[in-house]
């Protein structure tokens, strides 16, 4: 460990020295803006650095980290998407009674887990950025201490959590008892070198590895805590585990899977393919049995996974760019999505009714507007990120030739329109003729209706995140470009 | 640039539309009625400059282009082109736009601003499928006027509506995504022989594939256009979504959204899959058969006015899409012909429907009777308008109808024409009940309600006098069509084998002077 290789690690380093002054201005003096200032500034200052240390791209800091191209592209979507989450906290939390300010410290690090996750190339590394990001979110989760719903969440969250890490502990000492190396590289020349090698320990290790996986992405069968945790979440909070936890999880399955070569086993291949089909077509058909927004988002949020593996399946480069550019849209989607519903939430409850909904659009039409375009891009409509990200997965699959996969993706997608739509019907209903058809139900809603104040720091972030939406979904040359080449080198 | 124009008015116009609703009802309707009329200007300019160009055997194919790089590392263009075939056919969609603006003057009272974004970007996204010759920018646009329809048919619809806009999104959006795939095949299959990734239309022609392959990516296509066209037995999300459409939407719906259908077989699938086609073409006409008899039977059973119009659309179209696969020159003309006489037809009887909704609360045609007797002038407009649905000699709908049965006859179809025959006569079934059951007879319900208003005149006249001269006249438009048609026939062999024999043909004076 020399200068060089701590400078390397700026980024890392900044978000970890931003979470510690955060959180002595806390204990010295409480203020929400400040707090969020100095967050959003630290945030910044790690972005910054990603131009500093790129030309430093790829180094192998001690072991442990690599701070590729692959890596920093991945941290700056982690930070950016943490800066636009942390904007939409500042809006809800304020309509909140109790302190907000330590929310900001847990959100830093969580975004240092995630970090980690990207650049790690190591079991141990890999290990520690997990659990860096999921204790942070455990407390997120459960920040709302005087609701029932957010400390379920957190509670269940802790449990699956903790057990599904167990798993894959479990699973990396089984590849370590087999190979002795917890370096992906390492097992990727000892796989290929003996072939000999006891495949039983080695698979069953693999798959113990892909239980942990699974759990953090929410693909089936390791779905179950997702629709809870997305209800009963806050509603930035949820934005955050929807896009940055997943997200940082997903750049590290595509690096340990393609770099440790054990993709290529037929078994791990098949595996993966199941995981796929199940999340698609369970994601995808529980969706519509929901009412609840945040529940629909949850399980179309694990079809929407389900989507990646196929691009995942696809194998090479194209596989990774995809992969990356899906994940980009994604998170602008999902983050624009929850923002939405982040808006409309008042200091009682989340707006995750479809009933909050109803006729949105004539009273709030920006707002709408808004929500319909990220639904739209969930779909895969054109004009949004969505659609070229769908594309682009598709035409993943259809370069590899795994037809099963892309069917499967086509019908199901086709299934997920449907409650999409359903939210859409609501949002634009409600217009003067068939007021009086709705005029007994409108009454029953108007007592829980919400008052919410909207906050400027989330309309800004709606509006970037909508013209971003837009721009690549109708230039998506500029994002390619930078995917082609940062990720590209993976 | 114009053909980029003929696009971004209409997308300018929707948004201008939607924040001046927000203060006037009036205003966002007289932008979206001059912006229409505008791109219809343009059509006619386009027209006139390029039509004795067009008239001649072709050179390159394309008239007026526009081409830029979009997507570099796919290989995507923003690639615009236009022929005989565009041409027509943007005429047909920039008509329909003002009428169907017209059409909801004053049926669409809510909401104004939006609806006329959601109109306006209808017909964008329909001039694009139209002068689309990349593939990539093809599927966009496809997809594009998807989501503007949905919302027409689900705000402003009738009682069923979301029903009907869900199931029309998730049938056009399923058979779109097989279409996907089989132009994502294309492309790689392409790259593969060449090692050039792109999805022009014009460098695709002719990829070599496999018989197997082609017959797969034929039928992605086919799939696609054919829900949309709408064919037997993937009609089954028209009659629900032309009916609870406002009068607009069942006007863009029946008149445009279903041309697109066809405009994709004529387009892409016959001349990308020459051979798959010629395989394929036998169980695509008795498809299409199938499609003339089943439509016009269930038209006839109809009460309910929109349903029935909406059923008449599924037996006119199976007379396109039989045109189509006969591929000879009748044929092809006469499915063109058919394309745009239903278009017009059809589209002014959902109008006048539309109307006596708006007048009498009630599109149920057992409570509907004697409405001669108090709206004399619409009455009489029903009646032109079902007489050239039933295909009476010297109205559009016949020429089409006309040729397309010659031309079938011409290949040696014979059964399939004398069973497609008998679908002009179930025509006439329908059309008279409609007739009778509407306006004739006693005025049992004591209906007395307002007859046509200038407005609802000014946009019915145009279409009964573009009627007419489709039926007497209709050569500029296969003069226009011509060089489209040389270029298409030169790109397949023809699917069905055409006898070189003596043809009853070279008697009639309709071939003008066409080789």
């Known amino acids: 460990m020399n200068v060089t290789d701590l400078f390397t690690l700026l980024p890392l380093l900044i978000l970890g020295g931003a979470a510690i002054v955060v959180m002595i201005v806390v204990a010295i003096h409480r203020s929400h803006i400040l707090t969020l200032t100095l967050t959003l500034i630290g945030l910044a200052l790690a972005f910054a650095s990603l131009w500093w240390i790129a030309p430093e791209a790829p180094r192998q800091v001690t072991s442990l980290l690599v701070i590729d191209r692959y890596a920093i592209f991945y941290t700056g979507l982690v930070i950016a998407a943490t800066f636009a989450v942390a904007l939409l906290c500042y809006g809800y939390f304020e309509r909140h009674p109790g302190n907000p300010e330590e929310l900001y410290i847990l959100l830093l690090l969580a975004a240092l887990g995630s970090a980690v996750l990207v650049a790690s190339s190591h079991f141990i590394s890999f290990f520690l950025g997990l659990e860096i990001l999921s204790v942070s979110l455990y407390a997120m989760n459960a920040y709302i201490r005087a609701w029932s719903l957010p400390l379920e969440a957190g509670i269940k969250y802790l449990i699956l959590a903790a057990s599904s890490a167990a798993f894959l502990l479990f699973g990396m000492a089984l590849v370590y008892a087999e190979l002795g190396t917890m370096d992906f590289a390492k097992i990727r020349e000892l796989v290929t070198a003996s072939p000999d090698l006891n495949r039983a320990v080695l698979l069953a290790g693999t798959a113990l590895i892909i239980t942990g996986f699974g759990f953090k992405l929410a693909l089936v069968p390791f779905h179950l805590w997702t629709p809870d945790i997305y209800e009963g979440a806050p509603a930035p909070v949820t934005a955050f585990v929807a896009t940055v936890s997943k997200g940082a999880m997903f750049a590290l399955l595509l690096r340990y899977f393609y770099w440790s070569g054990t993709h290529h086993f037929g078994a791990v291949f098949l595996v993966f393919t199941i995981i796929a089909i199940a999340s698609m077509i369970a994601g995808n058909i529980l969706a519509m049995l929901q009412t609840n927004v945040k529940r629909i988002l949850a399980y179309s949020s694990i079809a929407h996974m389900g989507y990646v593996l196929v691009a995942f399946q696809a194998g090479g480069q194209l596989a990774v760019q995809a992969v990356t550019f899906y994940l980009v849209a994604y998170f602008i989607t999902i983050i624009g999505a929850f923002g939405v519903i982040t808006m409309i939430s008042d200091g009682d409850r989340d707006a995750d009714s479809i009933e909050d909904y109803r006729g949105l659009f004539w009273r709030r039409p920006a707002l709408a507007a808004v929500f319909t375009a990220m639904l739209l891009s969930l779909a895969g409509i054109p004009v949004t990120a969505g659609f070229v990200g769908k594309f682009y997965v598709i035409s993943a699959g259809a370069s590899s030739a795994i037809w099963l996969l892309v069917f499967v993706l086509i019908v199901t997608s086709v299934f997920g329109l449907y409650y999409y739509l359903r939210i859409l019907v609501a949002l634009y209903s409600g217009l003067a003729h068939e007021e009086a058809h709705a005029a007994s139900g409108a009454a029953m809603v108007s007592s829980s209706s919400l008052a919410p104040a909207l906050s400027i720091s989330g309309g800004v972030v709606l509006a970037v995140l909508t013209i971003l939406l837009v721009w690549v979904g109708v230039y998506p040359a500029t994002l390619l470009n930078i995917i082609h080449s940062t990720v590209g080198l993976l | ?515």
């Open chain 2, 1 to 515: 640039m114009i053909l980029l124009w003929l696009i971004v008015i209409p997308l300018i116009a929707g948004v201008l539309a939607w924040f001046a609703g927000r203060w006037s009802a009036l205003a966002a309707r007289w932008i979206s009625l001059i912006a229409a009329s505008v791109d219809f200007v343009l059509g006619l300019i386009l027209w006139s400059r390029y039509g004795s160009e067009l008239h001649l055997a072709p050179t390159h194919g394309w008239v007026e282009q526009v081409s830029w790089i979009w997507v570099p590392q796919f290989g995507i263009r923003f690639h615009l082109a236009l022929d005989g075939l565009s041409l027509l056919l943007l005429m047909l969609t920039f008509l329909l736009g003002i009428i169907s603006v017209l059409a909801s003057w004053r049926e669409i009272q809510d909401g104004v601003g939006f609806f006329h974004l959601n109109l306006m970007w209808i017909l964008a996204g329909i001039v694009g499928v139209f002068l689309a010759v990349d593939l990539f920018l093809f599927y966009f646009a496809w997809e594009l006027m998807l989501v503007p329809m949905y919302f027409l048919i689900a705000v402003w619809g009738h009682e069923n509506r979301i029903y009907a806009a869900i199931k029309f999104f998730i049938f056009t959006q399923l058979s779109g995504l097989l279409m996907l795939i089989a132009i994502l095949s294309l492309y790689f299959i392409h790259h593969h022989l060449t090692g050039v990734y792109t999805f022009e239309y014009d460098d695709l022609l002719g990829t070599h594939l496999s018989p197997h392959t082609a017959l797969l990516l034929m039928l992605g296509f086919f799939v696609a256009f054919a829900v949309k066209l709408p064919m037997f037995p993937f009609h089954t999300w028209l009659p629900d979504a032309h009916t609870e459409a406002p009068t607009a939407g069942s006007i863009i719906l029946a008149g445009l959204l279903l041309k697109t259908g066809a405009y994709g077989m004529l387009r892409f699938v016959l001349p990308l899959f020459p051979d798959a086609a010629r395989q394929f073409a036998p169980i695509a006409m008795i498809l299409a058969v199938i499609g003339i008899i089943y439509g016009a039977l269930l038209a006839f059973g109809q009460t309910d006015l929109k349903r029935l119009v909406a059923y008449t659309s599924v037996s006119h179209l199976g007379f396109v899409l039989l045109g189509i696969f006969a591929w000879n020159t009748w044929a092809l003309d006469g499915a063109l012909m058919g394309m745009i006489a239903h278009g017009i037809s059809t589209g002014a009887l959902f109008m006048i429907v539309g109307q006596l909704q708006e007048r009498t609360h009630t599109r149920e045609m057992d409570r509907l009777s004697g409405l001669w007797a108090t709206i004399p002038r619409m009455s009489g407009a029903a009646l032109f308008f079902a007489m050239g649905s039933m295909g009476l000699p010297g109205l559009g709908d016949f020429i089409g109808e006309f040729l397309v049965l010659l031309g079938t006859y011409e290949a040696h179809l014979i059964g399939l024409t004398i069973v497609a025959a008998l679908g002009v006569l179930a025509s006439t079934l329908y059309a008279l009940r409609f007739i009778q059951r509407a306006f004739h007879g006693a005025n049992s319900n004591q209906w007395s309600v307002q007859d046509l208003v200038p407005r609802e005149v000014v946009a019915l006249i145009p279409m009964i006098v573009v009627l007419i001269w489709l039926g007497v006249y209709p050569q500029p438009i296969f003069n226009t069509f011509n060089s489209t048609l040389t270029k298409l026939q030169q790109y397949t062999v023809r699917p069905v084998q055409n006898s070189q024999g003596p043809s009853i043909m070279s008697l009639l004076p309709l071939r003008g002077d066409r080789p």
